[in-house]
C-alpha cells in the first residue's frame, strides 16, 4: 500500500469482481475520508467538526426495498412475506454484475470491519463504497480490526454499496430503482440507488438477526444497554425514535450500545462500535452525552446550518425529521471497555404511543412482558422511513420487525427463557404522548422518563402502591421520585374521560387483531395477558 492508502495489489478486489476500478483506497483514517468528501465537494465541515453531508434522495431506510435471496439456505428458515420479500438467486447474480460493471474504473473505498463485541461471535466484514462518507460511516459504526488483525483479514461477509447506481425494476426485480439485497449463501449485501447509510448497518444486524440465533444460540436484540455503577446491566427496548438512544446515554451508567446487542449464556454484547442517534431538537442541556460526541469524526446526516454560518441549527427539520448523526462510540466519555456487561436485571420495552393511551411507566407480569414483546407496539416516527411525514401506530414483532429473518416467536421463546432463568424486571415506558393523542396531547417530558427510569433502576418502584390500568391490566405506579402524581396514570391528564376510555378501548381492540397472526405459536398464559377491550376496531 502507498504512503496515499492506495493497494497496488487487487487480488482481494479480483476474487469479488472488482479487479478493473481504478483506485482502491483501503483502510483509510477518518481524518483522510473527511478530506477526500470535502475535496469532492460532498460534504462541509461544522463548526464543531463534525462533516456533514446529504444522503440525496433517501434520507430513511426504505423497508419495502429491502429484499433476502430465497434460496436452499433461507426457503425453509426465513419468515418470508412483506418484511423479508423473496429474490431470485438468478436475479441477484445478474444485479451483482451490474454493480461490479457500474464501479469498473471508478475510485472505490474499501473498508475491513467487525461487528460483536464479544470475540466467540465475532463477524468480519469487508465493505466496497462508492463514497468516501459512506466508508467512514462503516469505521464509525462497525468495529475496527487492530492493525495486527488487518494483517490476515479474511472477510466472512462483503457489503457493496453504490448509491449512484440505479436499478431498472422491469431487469433486475426490484421494486423501485433503489435497492438492498442480502444472500446468505453468497454472504454478501448489495445496496444501490440510495445514500442512506443506515441500510449498510442495518444489512449487518438483518444478517446478525439470522445467522445468531440459529446457529450459535445466541438471542439478537433491537435494543441499547448501559451499565450502573454496581455493575448492573439494563437493556432498552424500542424502534427508531422511541428514545433507546438517548436513555442509554446515562451520565450516571456506562454505555455499552445505543442499538444493537446479543445476549447469550451471562453477558450482554454490543454488535456495534458506534452510535447512529437521531440528532433533530438535539441540545446539550437535553442530551448531553450526544451533543458532546458531535466532534471530528462524527458525521451529521441531512442537516441543516443557520444562515451564513456552520453552525447546526439543530430544530430545522426542514430536509427531514429524520437527521443522524454517526460517531464511534469512543466519543461518549462513560462506556464500558470492552463493549459488554453482565445479565440485566431491568428491561425496558420503550414505546411511542401516539394515541397517548398507555402510562408513562408500568411494571409486566412474565405473561404480560411476552405478549407485549411479540406485539411491539410503538409509532413511525416521521422520517424514520421513506414516505412517513408524522407518527403512525404500528406493531413490529420483538420492537424490530424490519430486521428479523426470523419467525418472531424465535426470539420471543429465548427472550422468555432468559427472563425466567434471571428472573429480570420488565418495565413498559410511554416516550409518546400524554393528555390525548397526537396533536391534541403533548409529548411525554423527557426528564420525567429519565426519573422514571431511575426510580425504577434503583429499586424505588418495587414496594410502592400500584393501580392496575382499566384495559391493558398493566401495573402502574401511584408515585414516583421527580414526577408529578397526576401523570402517572394516563386518564388523569385527559379533560374528556369518556373520549379516553374508547381510545384505550379501541387502542386495545388493535393489539388482539395484529396478536391474531401469532395466537398458534403463544400459550394460554400469553394469551390472557392481552388487554381486555369492549369496542370494536
Not at 425453509?76 to 444485479?95: M, P, R
Not at 446515554?249 to 452510535?275: K, M, T, Y
Request: hydrophobic share 35%; proline share 5%; glycine share 8%.
Amino acid at each position: 500500500m502507498n504512503e496515499f492508502g492506495i493497494k497496488s495489489d487487487t487480488a482481494d478486489l479480483q476474487s469479488i469482481g472488482l479487479g478493473n476500478v481504478g483506485n482502491a483506497y483501503w483502510n483509510l483514517t477518518p481524518a483522510e475520508l473527511v478530506e477526500e468528501t470535502i475535496v469532492r465537494g460532498m460534504g462541509i465541515l461544522t463548526e464543531s467538526g463534525a462533516l456533514a453531508i446529504d444522503t440525496g434522495e433517501f434520507t430513511g431506510r426504505s423497508p419495502k426495498d429491502r429484499f433476502i435471496v430465497c434460496d436452499d439456505k433461507t426457503e425453509s428458515n426465513v419468515w418470508w412475506g412483506n418484511i423479508n420479500v423473496k429474490f431470485s438467486a438468478e436475479k441477484f447474480d445478474l444485479l451483482y454484475g451490474k454493480i461490479t460493471a457500474y464501479l469498473s474504473k471508478k475510485d472505490i473505498y474499501v473498508r475491513d470491519a467487525q461487528a460483536c463485541a464479544d470475540p466467540n461471535h465475532r463477524l468480519k466484514i469487508r465493505v466496497v463504497t462508492e463514497y468516501p462518507w459512506s466508508n467512514q460511516f462503516a469505521y464509525n459504526m462497525f468495529i475496527s480490526p487492530s492493525t495486527e488483525e488487518l494483517k490476515s483479514f479474511t472477510p466472512d461477509w462483503h457489503i457493496l454499496c453504490a448509491p449512484g447506481f440505479y436499478a431498472d425494476p422491469e431487469l433486475d426485480g426490484t421494486r423501485q430503482h433503489n435497492f438492498a439485497v442480502i444472500n446468505f449463501t453468497k454472504k454478501t449485501i448489495l445496496i444501490g440507488g440510495t445514500g442512506y447509510t443506515g441500510e449498510i448497518k442495518k444489512g449487518i444486524f438483518s444478517v446478525l438477526n439470522y445467522i445468531l440465533p440459529l446457529e450459535q444460540n445466541v438471542l439478537s436484540m433491537h435494543c441499547s444497554a448501559n451499565i450502573g455503577k454496581k455493575g448492573d446491566t439494563a437493556i432498552f427496548f424500542g424502534l427508531s425514535g422511541t428514545g433507546k438512544t438517548t436513555l442509554s446515554a446515562d451520565p450516571n451508567r456506562q454505555l455499552i450500545g445505543d442499538d444493537e446487542h446479543g445476549w447469550v449464556g451471562n453477558s450482554i454484547f454490543n454488535f456495534e462500535g458506534g452510535c447512529y442517534a437521531k440528532c433533530i431538537g438535539l441540545s446539550e442541556e437535553k442530551e448531553p452525552e450526544i451533543w458532546n460526541a458531535v466532534k471530528f469524526g462524527a458525521i451529521l446526516e441531512n442537516i441543516c446550518l443557520k444562515p451564513n454560518t456552520s453552525s447546526v441549527d439543530f430544530e430545522d427539520d426542514s430536509k427531514t425529521e429524520n437527521t443522524r448523526v454517526s460517531y464511534p462510540i469512543e466519543h461518549c466519555k462513560n462506556i464500558a471497555v470492552p463493549s459488554i456487561g453482565q445479565n440485566p436485571k431491568n428491561i425496558f420495552f420503550l414505546t411511542c404511543d401516539a394515541y397517548g393511551v398507555l402510562p408513562p411507566i408500568s411494571r409486566l407480569s412474565k405473561s404480560q412482558a411476552m405478549y407485549h414483546f411479540i406485539s411491539g407496539y410503538t409509532a413511525k416516527v416521521a422520517g424514520t422511513e421513506a414516505g412517513i411525514t408524522e407518527p403512525q401506530t404500528a406493531f413490529s414483532a420483538c420492537y424490530g420487525a424490519p430486521f428479523l429473518p426470523l419467525h418472531p416467536t424465535k426470539y420471543a421463546e429465548m427472550l422468555g427463557q432468559k427472563m425466567t432463568e434471571h428472573n429480570v424486571n420488565v418495565w413498559l415506558v410511554n416516550t409518546g404522548w400524554t393528555g390525548g393523542g397526537y396533536g391534541v396531547g403533548n409529548r411525554m417530558n423527557l426528564k420525567h422518563t429519565r426519573a422514571m427510569i431511575t426510580a425504577a433502576l434503583e429499586g424505588k418502584l418495587d414496594n410502592v402502591e400500584i393501580t392496575a390500568h382499566e384495559v391493558f391490566g398493566l401495573s402502574m405506579p401511584n408515585e414516583c421520585e421527580n414526577v408529578p402524581a397526576e401523570i402517572l396514570h394516563p386518564r388523569n391528564t385527559w379533560a374528556d374521560k369518556a373520549k379516553y376510555d374508547e381510545t384505550a378501548n379501541n387502542l386495545a381492540g388493535a393489539f388482539v387483531k395484529n396478536f391474531q397472526q401469532f395466537e398458534d405459536g403463544a400459550n394460554q398464559e400469553i394469551l390472557d395477558a392481552a388487554p381486555k377491550t369492549t369496542i370494536g376496531v
